[in-house]
């Protein structure tokens, strides 16, 4: 093949259509595109290189309370009579959410009460034993009591008067002893004195023996009657002050039984009274009434007319006047990229973040339990989502707000990469687990 021969640029154009292609040069861009191409495809693997992309990780969950779920129970074991509100609904403080039957609680309290009017009867009873005052009777329970004092009383005066009685008799008899040991006293020394001159009549050989021992005898005689008489006298002495010891004793056993009795009753009603405090605020309680704005998570199964037993939850209410917060399941597989403290985006499916938009947050804990769905076997792990204080959704519709439970998607931010690592990083994963041997 020959070359094409030299033409004059003025007469190519004259020349056929392949003898023009092949004379004239090629044009410039077509002369430069392999050059083109080669710094484009450099230029774009040296932006890879260095192009940093976000890495993401996507997590499902939902909203939630910041403080959790308020569980209003039951006080005491009641029939459940009614329940307004069912799972889901919005619910304002004071607003009432089920109903109790009251009949036992009331019941408790008016038994209570009872028992606390008599025993304030009772302490009363105590103290004007104590204080020697009367007991008014202005309540049946006090004019029990009344009576119950009076014969109380009636029995006291009848061991006093006895007591006294024997004190005054005694005192008679030692009065009346007392005189006759001056009569015996007196006797025994002119018995002496008859002794005494008998002997010396003997020991002047004017008497006889005879009326000496005679004479003696008699000073025997009075001797022993004032012996006995002392005795005598000793006896109604210790018997006066037994009697008076007695009576001692009964007085201060009376005032010290109204005391020990009040000691153990005023504990007492200080129980009852604050066991009625109880009754009264579980017969209140028969109304479960909102303690503050929130949204009804679940309410006691079984419907009006089955039984509730003490401390079991009626109704559940998660508090909507607190921050939400987004709780999520992160993946087995991604728990270790994701820190606490990596910035989040929010999707919230029941508002399109498209004409919404997307809320922002913060990752704030991640659980280390695992835990399996119902129906899947993938592990995940709990996570918490604070967002921030200036994160909103816009121009929602009237009426509508985030509530706890809506569904969610969580965007978190773990790091950064290049897109070539990227690019790279599943052929690379392919080829190490292909040129491993299983």
Do not use: C
């Not at 939902?62 to 005491?76: D, I, Y």
């Not at 129906?375 to 509530?403: I, K, T, W």
Request: charged share 25%.
């Amino acid at each position: 093949m020959t070359a094409p021969r030299a033409v004059d640029r003025h007469a190519v154009e004259f020349q056929s259509d392949i003898e023009r292609l092949q004379l004239e040069p090629a044009p410039l861009l077509l002369r430069l595109w392999p050059g083109l191409a080669a710094a484009l495809i450099a230029g774009v693997l040296l932006l890879a290189a260095f192009l940093p992309v976000d890495v993401v990780v996507v997590a499902p969950g939902q909203l939630a309370a910041a403080e959790p779920p308020l569980l209003l129970r039951s006080g005491a074991t009641a029939r459940l009579d009614m329940v307004t509100v069912h799972p889901g609904d919005i619910v304002q403080p004071g607003q009432i959410l089920a109903h109790l039957d009251p009949t036992l609680p009331e019941a408790d309290l008016a038994a209570l009460l009872t028992e606390r009017e008599s025993l304030r009867a009772r302490i009363a009873r105590f103290e004007a034993e104590r204080d020697g005052s009367n007991l008014d009777t202005h309540t049946p329970a006090f004019v029990s009591e009344a009576l119950a004092l009076a014969e109380s009383r009636r029995e006291a005066q009848s061991r006093r008067a006895a007591l006294q009685t024997e004190i005054a008799a005694a005192e008679k008899l030692i009065a009346a002893a007392t005189a006759d040991g001056a009569g015996l006293a007196e006797q025994l020394g002119i018995a002496r004195d008859v002794e005494a001159m008998r002997e010396t009549l003997v020991e002047r050989q004017s008497g006889s023996q005879l009326a000496v021992l005679e004479a003696r005898m008699t000073r025997l005689r009075a001797e022993a009657d004032l012996r006995d008489h002392d005795s005598r006298l000793q006896q109604l002495h210790e018997q006066r002050a037994r009697a008076l010891s007695e009576l001692e004793v009964f007085e201060a056993s009376q005032t010290r039984t109204a005391t020990e009795a009040l000691a153990d009753a005023r504990p007492r009603l200080a129980i009852i009274d604050e066991e009625i405090a109880k009754a009264r605020l579980l017969r209140q309680m028969s109304d479960l009434v909102a303690p503050r704005p929130g949204v009804v998570l679940s309410v006691a199964e079984g419907g009006a007319g089955s039984l509730i037993t003490s401390g079991e939850p009626v109704v559940v209410l998660v508090p909507t006047d607190v921050p939400l917060i987004a709780e999520v399941g992160l993946r087995s597989v991604d728990v270790g990229r994701a820190v606490a403290g990596d910035p989040v985006h929010i999707k919230i499916d029941a508002f399109p973040w498209r004409q919404y938009g997307q809320m922002t947050g913060v990752l704030s804990e991640v659980g280390h339990a695992s835990f399996s769905q119902e129906g899947s076997a993938e592990a995940r792990h709990r996570a918490r989502v604070n967002f921030d204080a200036d994160s909103h959704l816009d121009a929602l519709p009237p009426g509508a707000a985030l509530l706890p439970g809506m569904t969610l998607s969580a965007e978190i931010h773990v790091g950064n990469r290049t897109l070539l690592a990227t690019f790279f990083e599943p052929v690379l994963r392919g080829l190490s687990e292909a040129l491993r041997e299983p």
